[in-house]
């Protein structure tokens, strides 16, 4: 599942999950948008903030489309 697709899953905004995975706005934005593609340490931030919903190679899967 894509950050995205669990952001509108859940129903949050992309503030919330910021908090939730100790990042800022905009990085979740740019990492939404693949502008930026996340270190080792901040995928594992947002797999512990999305109980596992959201994992590391959901990032690459999305870089490889």
Do not use: H, W
């Not at 740019?30 to 959901?58: C, H, W, Y």
Request: proline share 5%.
């Amino acid at each position: 599942m894509t950050l995205n697709d669990y952001i509108i899953k859940k129903g949050i905004s992309q503030a919330r999950m910021a908090r939730r995975c100790g990042l800022s706005r905009s990085a979740v934005c740019l990492l939404i948008s693949g502008k930026r593609f996340p270190t080792p340490e901040t995928m594992r931030q947002i797999s512990l903030a999305t109980n596992g919903e959201v994992k590391p190679n959901d990032f690459f899967n999305q870089a490889m489309s």
